[in-house]
């Protein structure tokens, strides 16, 4: 089982070099830092900033330079600024080459419900419907399974869509997945000290199972 | 050149009215037109419809005017942090809608660049799409989203000159220059008013054109609201 | 009888104050030397240049700062550039006031014709078209009569059209004209020297004339 | 950072072959790419698609294509100043289709974009709308336009970074812009290439990652088409 700087690490191997990358907030920011040696990516931030680099040092806090997830941060060499359209132009044009956020619930058929609950405050979408539906690209970073125990990986989503028929790959504490291109979610790899039979219990979607899982290498 | 210079932010929003739909630049609390806020909170105006990437929080931006029930409809992609915002909201005092940020971002730019709507594949397949009009572009699905028509936007620069040119600094350009394009009056406030000539012309984000007001505001606060750092080495 | 400097001349008076306009090729090229004192305007060129400068002086040309007419220009302090997309943006968007332009053919209701001659080799409608279609005011600036000494101003346009129901007034060597709002050309004034009925004559299209008619005053 | 230098224009244009789509930068012959332009020549490739804004002339830019019959076919909104064009196009050896120019960027812009269609006034009632799709917004008929679908775009700017981010030098600025933004590919060459970190990141006019190849051009002519001047007083 992984905890959140597992699912992190995982994710981190899935990007190549000279990927564009646009991390959603919580354990896709953690992402970053585990960026393999040798592999250059860009960070995009999509309040409008390529080339995101670290939090600042103390007392070099900048009010003007921000992620989109409001926190403080700083430029890096190469580093370039610019407007809203533009940062959403480059994300539905697919220059964009991955994005990772968070979800609430997965679909089989690649469906991501990540931004309301019916019945309680809504905050809004923020860029999550743009992002979702336009990357080429979208792994999601997930708890398994719901503080209730229920399965986030459903054949149908019940919340509120974000978007449909986008997500490509998901990460959870128990298994790397990938949507089936028929539908369904291939098991790719179990989480160390995982079975293949505690993923079928936390998963409520149909799961592909083909030949051995390998356990992950991290 | 023309002169597009006020005195202040009074003079700048004096035709502002009651019921009215504004623009306001920033991303959360960055980029923010603080000068231009507080002088809507003391005109004491009502009925506005904003549009607004985020909605301040309780005590900042916005949500100053929120507490000062100004705001009957807020058009925005994201309004968390705000427990007064939160309350209005459940009561029915305030209508929100809620725009996918790029498309709030395209939908300003539609307006400032004369393209009566825009297509976006964001929101398709969600509620989103309600009532929209979809149409399928090499075999992709793309939801048809109105330009905006906004009586005033309001911006915040970082340098602009008295023919309206602005220079936006780091990421407080956000939906700023986007804005800007888009308001039937478009006013900016900046921290640093300067005479024409001293912008290079190659180095402007705004060109004064779209800008009919311009003054210098004071006492910039710029609250950062989430203040991350990592300790020196 | 106004000469290309006295058709010039007479549109200068049409330019308000705080006024961004936009001149096309020949004549209205001219405007610009004649903008009254006091009166503080802002040329846009399309190419993408608000505040368009004089030529430079000898010597001083710059290969990388021309206008729409591919002519050597200067910059003025307050000047701004952009790319081609925003520039016809803000045309678009009407916040060019008014656009000079000259024409083949006016049609009574404001049709314009100005790009294209059948037979002839087309070279192109540049952003003639953009302009005409998206400018609040446009003033067509143009001799009344074409080389064969066939009218210009016609019930309906014979060449192929560059927009339509564009043209607000007309400027000739003749009269100063507007398109009335019900179809029609309404005079306005008459050139120096030049009477009714000779501008009568040289006009094809339906003419409005109401009560008398004023000389020009340049 | 990713770095995106190749060695010249030769290499840049390696894979470009006959019958591909480009777009090319520059109005008239300000701002245009002379190094690749030149390198396309010398490869001899034919069956070109090439979007810009003029055709060069006689003996300069696209002209130098165009004299090599390169070119399969222009879109562009003024192909004046040519008379080996001309010749081409009389004769039927070349195909022209006109595109008023705020259309042309426009489409360009939209490819940048992601917007697969944009919606534009410019010629409703004219030759150019027909076939195409027109449809009225708030009383004004706009023409549906498509956008523009290039496998290269080849764009001149002044600066560049080893991680493709670009800055443009007054009005050579143009079309550059939107084309990079609207290729499969983009090539960019500059006339100063710098390091990373030498680029002011609010100054930048293309931020990178719309450029994958950038190189420094070498012997630029820069031609003046209408040299104007005024005398010294």
Known sequence: MLDKTGIAKRIAKEIKDGYYVNLGIGIPTLVANYIPEGINIVLQSENGLLGMGPFPFEGEEDPDLINAGKQTITTLPGSSIFDSAMSFGMIRSQKVDLTILGAMEVSENGDIANWKIPGKMVKGMGGAMDLVASAKNIIVAMQHVNKAGESKLLSECSLPLTGVKCVKKIVTELAVLEIASGGGFRLLERAPGVSVEEIRKATTGKLIIEGEIPEMQI | ?233
Chains 1, 3 share one sequence.
Request: one cysteine or more.
């Open chain 2, 1 to 233: 050149m023309i002169n597009k210079v006020v005195a202040n932010a009074d003079e700048a929003i004096q035709d502002i009215s009651s019921g009215m739909t504004l623009m306001l630049g920033g991303f959360g609390l960055c980029g923010i037109p603080e000068n231009c806020i507080n002088a809507l909170v003391n005109k004491g105006i009502d009925q506005l419809t904003c549009i607004s990437n985020n909605a301040g929080v309780d005590d900042f931006g916005i949500g100053l005017m929120l507490r000062k029930r100004q705001v009957k409809k807020m058009i925005s992609s994201y309004v968390g942090e705000n427990a007064e915002f939160e309350r209005q909201l459940l009561s029915g005092e305030l209508e929100v809608e809620l725009v996918p940020q790029g498309t709030l971002a395209t939908r300003c730019m539609a307006a400032g660049y004369g393209m009566p709507a825009i297509f976006t594949p964001a929101g398709v397949g969600t509620e989103v799409a309600q009532g929209k009009e979809i149409r399928n572009f090499n075999g992709k699905d793309y939801l048809m989203e109105m330009a905006f028509d906004a009586d005033f936007a309001i911006v915040k620069a970082w340098k602009g000159d008295t023919a309206g040119n602005l220079i936006f600094r780091s990421t407080a350009r956000n939906f700023n220059p986007v804005m800007a394009m888009a308001g039937k009056i478009t006013i900016a406030e900046v921290e640093h008013l300067v005479e024409v000539g001293e912008l290079d012309p190659d180095q402007i984000h705004t060109p004064g054109i779209y800008v009919h007001r311009i003054f210098q505001g004071k006492d910039y606060e710029k609250r950062i609201e989430q203040r991350t750092v990592r300790p020196k080495e």
